[in-house]
């Protein structure tokens, strides 16, 4: 069964880490480019990062660049999403997709190039 799911969001004070699972089954996911994107309520969806089926080119938000990191493992088909020194405004549902035939760029500009898509995880920065 084709599925991208995702682990690991959850409460966190300003300042504090959290570190974002999409793990993929049932499709070839050494193929495929993977992107996290967010939405926050009231706001339009952001592509917050992505990363090449090899792993070799990401792409960042500006908002997020040198405090998250993505990365992948191929041989378990999971992409992680390391967020650090989070503040409040990271608040948000954050999902994963795999686009087949993207590149990183294009990804994170237009979601709508996704082939497939998680059912996300929230993300809270409060104290």
């Known amino acids: 069964q084709l599925q991208l799911v995702e682990s690991g969001g959850g409460l966190v004070q300003p300042g504090g880490s959290l570190r974002l699972s999409c793990a993929a089954s049932g499709f070839t996911f050494v193929y495929y480019t993977i992107g996290w994107f967010r939405q926050a309520p009231g706001k339009e969806r952001e592509g917050v990062s992505c990363?090449?089926?090899?792993?070799?080119?990401?792409n960042y938000a500006d908002s997020v660049k040198g405090r998250f990191t993505i990365s992948r493992d191929n041989a378990k088909n999971t992409v992680f999403l390391q967020m650090d020194s989070l503040e409040p405004e990271d608040t948000a549902f954050y999902y994963c997709?795999?686009?087949?035939?993207?590149?990183?760029?294009?990804?994170?500009?237009?979601?709508?190039?996704?082939?497939?898509w998680g059912q996300g995880t929230q993300v809270t920065v409060s104290s």
């Open positions: 990363i090449s089926s090899s792993g070799g080119n990401t």
């Open positions: 997709a795999a686009a087949r035939r993207s590149t990183v760029e294009a990804l994170c500009i237009n979601a709508d190039r996704s082939d497939y």
